[in-house]
T-cell receptor, first 112, second 115 residues
Framework: NAGVTQTPKFRVLKTGQSMTLLCAQDMNHEYMYWYRQDPGMGLRLIHYSVGEGTTAKGEVPDGYNVSRLKKQNFLLGLESAAPSQTSVYFC???????????FGSGTRLTVV | AQSVTQPDIHITVSEGASLELRCNYSYGATPYLFWYVQSPGQGLQLLLKYFSGDTLVQGIKGFEAEFKRSQSSFNLRKPSVHWSDAAEYFCAVGAPNQAGTALIFGKGTTLSVSS
Protein backbone atom coordinates (compact mmCIF):
# COMPACT_ATOMS: atom_id res chain seq x y z
CA ASN A 1 0.00 0.00 0.00
CA ALA A 2 1.93 3.03 -1.26
CA GLY A 3 -0.52 5.72 -0.08
CA VAL A 4 0.31 8.96 -1.88
CA THR A 5 3.21 8.92 -4.35
CA GLN A 6 4.69 12.04 -5.89
CA THR A 7 6.97 12.01 -8.89
CA PRO A 8 9.55 13.30 -9.44
CA LYS A 9 11.11 13.92 -6.03
CA PHE A 10 13.58 16.51 -7.31
CA ARG A 11 13.79 18.59 -10.46
CA VAL A 12 15.78 21.53 -11.76
CA LEU A 13 14.19 23.56 -14.55
CA LYS A 14 15.37 26.46 -16.60
CA THR A 15 13.18 29.54 -16.78
CA GLY A 16 10.52 29.06 -19.44
CA GLN A 17 10.60 25.28 -19.45
CA SER A 18 7.50 23.25 -18.72
CA MET A 19 6.94 20.21 -16.57
CA THR A 20 4.24 18.09 -14.96
CA LEU A 21 4.21 16.82 -11.40
CA LEU A 22 2.27 13.63 -10.79
CA CYS A 23 0.40 12.69 -7.64
CA ALA A 24 -0.90 9.12 -7.52
CA GLN A 25 -2.98 7.63 -4.68
CA ASP A 26 -4.18 4.12 -4.04
CA MET A 27 -6.55 4.91 -1.16
CA ASN A 28 -9.62 5.69 -3.26
CA HIS A 29 -9.84 9.17 -1.73
CA GLU A 30 -12.24 11.55 -3.39
CA TYR A 31 -10.44 14.82 -2.64
CA MET A 32 -6.96 15.78 -3.78
CA TYR A 33 -4.93 18.95 -3.25
CA TRP A 34 -1.74 20.60 -4.39
CA TYR A 35 0.13 22.87 -1.97
CA ARG A 36 3.41 24.68 -2.17
CA GLN A 37 5.65 25.17 0.84
CA ASP A 38 8.03 28.09 1.10
CA PRO A 39 10.16 29.10 4.11
CA GLY A 40 8.18 31.16 6.59
CA MET A 41 5.00 30.90 4.49
CA GLY A 42 3.58 27.58 5.62
CA LEU A 43 1.57 25.66 3.04
CA ARG A 44 -0.43 27.54 0.43
CA LEU A 45 -3.10 25.90 -1.68
CA ILE A 46 -2.54 25.97 -5.43
CA HIS A 47 -5.42 23.91 -6.84
CA TYR A 48 -7.67 21.15 -5.62
CA SER A 49 -10.15 18.56 -6.87
CA VAL A 50 -13.33 17.26 -5.26
CA GLY A 51 -13.62 14.32 -7.61
CA GLU A 52 -12.66 12.82 -10.94
CA GLY A 53 -12.98 15.36 -13.72
CA THR A 54 -13.22 18.37 -11.37
CA THR A 55 -10.66 21.02 -10.45
CA ALA A 56 -10.77 24.34 -8.62
CA LYS A 57 -8.40 27.20 -7.88
CA GLY A 58 -6.83 27.74 -4.52
CA GLU A 59 -4.98 30.65 -2.98
CA VAL A 60 -2.03 30.83 -5.41
CA PRO A 61 -3.12 29.31 -8.77
CA ASP A 62 -1.34 31.66 -11.19
CA GLY A 63 1.21 29.94 -13.41
CA TYR A 64 -0.15 26.45 -12.70
CA ASN A 65 -2.70 24.17 -14.30
CA VAL A 66 -4.13 20.88 -13.08
CA SER A 67 -6.03 17.89 -14.36
CA ARG A 68 -7.78 14.94 -12.78
CA LEU A 69 -8.76 12.64 -15.58
CA LYS A 70 -8.61 9.58 -13.33
CA LYS A 71 -9.67 9.43 -9.70
CA GLN A 72 -6.31 8.18 -8.54
CA ASN A 73 -4.15 10.78 -10.29
CA PHE A 74 -3.85 14.55 -9.88
CA LEU A 75 -1.42 16.32 -12.19
CA LEU A 76 0.10 19.75 -11.62
CA GLY A 77 1.54 21.51 -14.66
CA LEU A 78 3.88 24.44 -15.03
CA GLU A 79 3.61 25.76 -18.59
CA SER A 80 6.45 28.28 -18.40
CA ALA A 81 8.46 27.97 -15.22
CA ALA A 82 9.62 31.07 -13.36
CA PRO A 83 12.16 31.40 -10.51
CA SER A 84 9.26 32.39 -8.22
CA GLN A 85 7.97 28.83 -8.60
CA THR A 86 11.02 27.42 -6.86
CA SER A 87 9.42 25.61 -3.96
CA VAL A 88 8.57 22.29 -2.41
CA TYR A 89 5.28 20.95 -3.74
CA PHE A 90 3.08 18.65 -1.72
CA CYS A 91 0.13 16.61 -2.82
CA UNK A 92 -2.49 15.63 -0.25
CA UNK A 93 -5.58 13.44 -0.37
CA UNK A 94 -8.62 13.07 1.85
CA UNK A 95 -11.76 10.90 2.02
CA UNK A 96 -13.67 13.72 3.71
CA UNK A 97 -13.27 16.87 5.83
CA UNK A 98 -13.27 15.19 9.25
CA UNK A 99 -10.40 12.88 8.36
CA UNK A 100 -7.69 15.40 7.52
CA UNK A 101 -5.10 14.74 4.85
CA UNK A 102 -2.61 12.11 3.83
CA PHE A 103 0.44 13.80 2.31
CA GLY A 104 2.94 12.70 -0.26
CA SER A 105 6.64 13.11 0.43
CA GLY A 106 6.97 16.19 -1.75
CA THR A 107 8.70 17.40 -4.91
CA ARG A 108 11.55 19.86 -4.55
CA LEU A 109 11.58 22.08 -7.65
CA THR A 110 14.28 24.61 -8.46
CA VAL A 111 13.83 27.02 -11.35
CA VAL A 112 17.04 28.71 -12.49
CA ALA B 1 -12.38 34.26 6.22
CA GLN B 2 -10.67 31.44 8.00
CA SER B 3 -7.15 31.96 9.27
CA VAL B 4 -4.66 30.24 11.52
CA THR B 5 -1.94 31.91 13.58
CA GLN B 6 1.00 30.17 15.14
CA PRO B 7 2.62 32.94 17.19
CA ASP B 8 5.94 31.20 17.78
CA ILE B 9 8.20 30.75 14.78
CA HIS B 10 10.88 28.83 16.66
CA ILE B 11 10.93 27.22 20.11
CA THR B 12 13.78 25.45 21.88
CA VAL B 13 13.12 23.14 24.80
CA SER B 14 15.36 20.85 26.78
CA GLU B 15 14.98 17.12 26.40
CA GLY B 16 12.61 15.87 29.07
CA ALA B 17 10.94 19.25 29.53
CA SER B 18 7.31 19.90 28.75
CA LEU B 19 6.17 21.51 25.52
CA GLU B 20 3.29 23.71 24.47
CA LEU B 21 2.88 25.00 20.92
CA ARG B 22 0.28 27.68 20.39
CA CYS B 23 -2.36 27.86 17.70
CA ASN B 24 -5.12 30.44 17.33
CA TYR B 25 -7.75 30.37 14.65
CA SER B 26 -10.35 32.67 13.19
CA TYR B 27 -13.59 31.08 12.06
CA GLY B 28 -17.28 31.85 12.45
CA ALA B 29 -18.19 28.52 13.99
CA THR B 30 -16.32 25.60 15.49
CA PRO B 31 -14.00 24.36 12.79
CA TYR B 32 -12.23 21.07 12.38
CA LEU B 33 -8.74 21.44 13.85
CA PHE B 34 -5.59 19.51 13.12
CA TRP B 35 -1.94 19.34 14.10
CA TYR B 36 0.65 17.99 11.68
CA VAL B 37 4.36 17.32 12.13
CA GLN B 38 7.01 17.53 9.44
CA SER B 39 10.46 16.05 9.92
CA PRO B 40 13.25 17.50 7.76
CA GLY B 41 12.88 16.49 4.12
CA GLN B 42 9.65 14.65 4.77
CA GLY B 43 5.97 15.10 4.15
CA LEU B 44 3.49 16.06 6.83
CA GLN B 45 2.09 13.50 9.26
CA LEU B 46 -1.17 13.90 11.15
CA LEU B 47 -0.63 14.08 14.93
CA LEU B 48 -4.20 14.60 16.08
CA LYS B 49 -7.51 16.19 15.20
CA TYR B 50 -10.58 17.70 16.81
CA PHE B 51 -14.02 17.92 15.29
CA SER B 52 -16.45 17.56 18.20
CA GLY B 53 -16.89 16.16 21.69
CA ASP B 54 -14.20 16.03 24.33
CA THR B 55 -12.09 19.16 24.05
CA LEU B 56 -8.90 17.35 25.06
CA VAL B 57 -7.74 15.07 22.28
CA GLN B 58 -4.97 12.55 22.31
CA GLY B 59 -2.72 11.90 19.38
CA ILE B 60 0.23 9.86 18.31
CA LYS B 61 3.73 10.06 19.79
CA GLY B 62 2.40 11.16 23.20
CA PHE B 63 0.97 14.48 22.02
CA GLU B 64 -2.32 15.99 23.10
CA ALA B 65 -4.18 19.19 22.29
CA GLU B 66 -6.93 21.14 23.96
CA PHE B 67 -9.65 23.02 22.13
CA LYS B 68 -10.71 26.20 23.92
CA ARG B 69 -13.65 27.83 22.19
CA SER B 70 -13.52 30.99 24.33
CA GLN B 71 -9.92 31.61 23.31
CA SER B 72 -10.19 30.32 19.73
CA SER B 73 -7.17 28.19 20.49
CA PHE B 74 -6.00 24.65 19.88
CA ASN B 75 -2.64 24.33 21.63
CA LEU B 76 -0.46 21.26 21.30
CA ARG B 77 1.23 19.80 24.38
CA LYS B 78 3.60 17.05 25.35
CA PRO B 79 4.65 16.32 28.96
CA SER B 80 8.22 15.24 28.18
CA VAL B 81 9.98 16.05 24.93
CA HIS B 82 12.34 13.61 23.25
CA TRP B 83 15.16 14.58 20.89
CA SER B 84 13.25 12.88 18.06
CA ASP B 85 10.45 15.43 18.45
CA ALA B 86 12.60 18.09 16.80
CA ALA B 87 10.62 19.01 13.69
CA GLU B 88 8.27 21.61 12.27
CA TYR B 89 4.70 21.63 13.53
CA PHE B 90 1.70 22.95 11.65
CA CYS B 91 -1.76 23.75 12.92
CA ALA B 92 -4.59 23.63 10.37
CA VAL B 93 -8.27 24.51 10.29
CA GLY B 94 -11.02 23.07 8.12
CA ALA B 95 -14.64 23.96 7.51
CA PRO B 96 -17.12 21.41 8.87
CA ASN B 97 -19.69 19.91 6.57
CA GLN B 98 -18.11 21.40 3.47
CA ALA B 99 -16.81 18.41 1.63
CA GLY B 100 -13.68 19.09 -0.34
CA THR B 101 -12.96 22.48 1.19
CA ALA B 102 -9.23 22.71 1.70
CA LEU B 103 -7.46 23.06 5.03
CA ILE B 104 -5.87 26.37 5.93
CA PHE B 105 -2.45 25.95 7.49
CA GLY B 106 -0.54 28.14 9.90
CA LYS B 107 3.01 29.14 9.02
CA GLY B 108 4.49 26.57 11.34
CA THR B 109 6.58 26.40 14.50
CA THR B 110 10.04 24.88 14.40
CA LEU B 111 10.89 22.90 17.50
CA SER B 112 14.49 22.39 18.52
CA VAL B 113 15.39 20.05 21.38
CA SER B 114 18.53 20.68 23.39
CA SER B 115 20.32 18.01 25.42
Amino acid sequence: NAGVTQTPKFRVLKTGQSMTLLCAQDMNHEYMYWYRQDPGMGLRLIHYSVGEGTTAKGEVPDGYNVSRLKKQNFLLGLESAAPSQTSVYFCATSPGPVFGYTFGSGTRLTVV
Amino acid sequence: AQSVTQPDIHITVSEGASLELRCNYSYGATPYLFWYVQSPGQGLQLLLKYFSGDTLVQGIKGFEAEFKRSQSSFNLRKPSVHWSDAAEYFCAVGAPNQAGTALIFGKGTTLSVSS
